[in-house]
């Protein structure tokens, strides 16, 4: 046989595989597939073209890729940013197993547990193209029925990496892509402009700019109120020096609903603050709280902190249920939260038809402010149109209006 016959019986081999190849993975055979495409390319390689590589793609894609849980994919998902390139799909959605799988591996890696995983998240999405992302929503039926929509791949790209940039240090970056997500994205969804902004704001503090750190947490916080917000902004106030506004905020986080285990820096830091004000024996209970929510939870505790507790007089070998200790700073929050506020009163003047907030009306005066039922200090049956109470005003956002506003809390009945 002369080598002009034996390229023609290779080339006929090649082409055999290569059709059994295809055959299996159309007919979703795709273990089979997958064993005869690395045959292929083993025998084969110069004579690889583009749809091998990306057929084996979809192959990998299908039975490795997509069903996985773990990182364990990882080498598969390397291959295929290997043997194919990400499809442009900034104009208009197309199947790109490049970008299915490389979003996959970022999917399984937020949602583990591994040490380095922002890093792993940053060297994964270092290989997409932030500009041929899509940027139009999935919406699809789930099992009961139920209408359902998930942000786009651009915005879930931003997402992830910029928090990414934040846990790994890489402050300035995040900031910069941060705010290049907030120019390329015309509509969030889900407020997830929210998440940006804060990891902005956060950013910046890292880096000592407080009072940009204020600016942000602050427009943040007109739509999403949660206790971790709150803080965060108290803690960039007391860096500022503006202790009263730092100590009004962090005992609001405090007060605000919230699983108490999750908060035993926010007490160290209330405590910090009342020995700033020469509140120590107040200060002490915030520290015997935050070490019993660690003492229930086996968390570690060092031993110069357990020197620090000590020095305070705190006995590291009381075991206490925190949930009474907690309940019984609740007045002294309440007292913190107002002390620098005038109270005024009045007497509810409206109750709207939601049956859940109405509007009270400040005595010798005409002017109204809204209320929340919660916002009352006793059972709310008691509330009614005439009754005379006493309150406070806190700033609040009308999402209507889309401008700022008072509102009444802290609402008690007078006699």
Known sequence: MN???????????????????????????????????????????????????????????????KPAKDVTIAEDVELITELTSQSDNSAEDSACVYTLSVFKMLKVLKNSKIPTKWKDILYWSGKLNSDYLSNNTFKYTDYEGN?????????????????????????????????????????????????????????????????????????????????????ELAEAYYKTGEINDALALAVDSALQYGTIDYKYQLYDFIAEMLRDKGLDSEAKLHNKLSYQIRVKNNWDIDDEELENLKSLDIDTTEVLDPIPLEQSLRVLWEDLKYESQEQLHGTITKILANGKSGFVTKKFSSENYYFNFYSYKGDPIEIRDGLPVSFYLEEGYNKKKKEKNWVAVNIKEEE
């Open 3 to 65: 080598d002009l016959e034996s390229q023609d019986n290779s080339l006929t081999d090649y082409r055999s595989l290569k059709m059994q190849a295809q055959k299996e993975k159309d007919e979703r055979n795709y273990v089979e597939a997958i064993k005869l495409y690395k045959e292929l390319f083993e025998k084969y390689p110069d004579e690889i073209d583009t749809w091998d590589k990306v057929y084996y793609s979809w192959s990998l894609y299908y039975n490795n890729i």
């Open 147 to 231: 209408k359902r929509e998930t942000p786009s791949r651009k915005e879930e790209f931003y997402l992830l990496t910029t928090r990414a940039l934040y846990e790994s240090g890489e402050y300035y970056e995040a900031i910069r892509l941060s705010q290049e997500a907030l120019e390329k994205i015309k509509e969030f969804r889900f407020n997830n402009d929210l998440w940006i902004k804060r990891t902005i704001a956060l950013s910046f503090y890292a880096v000592g700019t407080y009072k940009t750190t204020i600016k942000y947490l602050k427009e943040v916080l007109k739509t999403k109120t949660d206790w971790y917000i709150k803080k």
